[in-house]
């Protein structure tokens, strides 16, 4: 079972800026494991959209931005547009499980 | 070009065996460790397995462990999954996922092969 807990779902309009929460706890996120983000898009692979709390990888457009304070962590997106309509997961380290990485329990976005 | 590719999926029933591989190219596979990840339909993802990529370190999922088993053929820049005693609820699509030089970063994924388990 998922131990970060993600909002089911946000939207907003083309233009507008959204935030996907994902709460851990003191074995994950608040242990000062870094979080992830990975971007979905449907029938697809995931793909790395930030690591290690609020880095982007080469090509990741800049309208992506992360931030982790305490137990959690934070994805917006600014400047929305209709191809960010995506699946979207945190993920971290566990140090108290024997399954020692764990993913959030996924938000979809939706433009209107 | 760098990318990861699954094959191996397939139906099969109740209690059977099935051998995902993913096929690395374009980078230094033995330098990686790697990862399969699963997804079943319409639901997030699950860590399934983990292997370093040399000194014999493997972890499991509690929901798999006894059951399947992490490989790696660094000759062949190749990883492997071989799962027994499969049940409907491992009915996913598998990922491979290579562990970049940011630890715990997943930052290269197979295309995924679909697995149905069922009668």
């Known amino acids: 079972q998922s131990v970060l807990t993600q909002p089911p779902s946000v939207s907003g309009a083309p233009g507008q800026r959204v935030t996907i929460s994902c709460t851990g706890s003191s074995s994950n996120i608040g242990a000062g494991y870094d979080v992830h983000w990975y971007q979905q898009l449907p029938g697809t692979a995931p793909k790395l959209l930030i690591y290690g709390n609020s880095n982007r990888p080469s090509g990741v457009s800049d309208r992506f931005s992360g931030s982790k304070s305490g137990t959690s962590a934070s994805l917006a997106i600014t400047g929305l547009q209709a191809e960010d309509e995506a699946d979207y997961y945190c993920q971290s380290y566990d140090s108290s499980l024997s399954a020692p990485y764990v993913f959030g329990t996924g938000t979809k976005v939706t433009v209107l | 070009e760098v990318q990861l590719v699954e094959s191996g999926g397939g139906l099969v029933q109740p209690g059977g065996s099935l051998r995902l591989s993913c096929a690395a190219s374009g980078f230094t596979f033995s330098s990686y460790e790697m990862n399969w990840v699963r997804q079943a339909p319409g639901k997030g993802l699950e860590w399934v397995s983990y292997?370093?990529?040399?000194?014999?370190?493997?972890y499991y999922a509690d929901s798999v462990k006894g059951r399947f088993t992490i490989s790696r053929d660094n000759a062949k820049n190749s990883l492997y999954l071989q799962m027994n005693s499969l049940r409907a609820e491992d009915t996913a699509v598998y990922y491979c996922?290579?562990?970049?030089?940011?630890?715990?970063?997943?930052?290269?994924w197979g295309q995924g092969t679909l697995v149905t388990v069922s009668s």
């Open positions: 292997i370093s990529s040399s000194d014999g370190t493997i």
């Open positions: 996922a290579r562990e970049g030089n940011v630890w715990t970063t997943f930052d290269l």
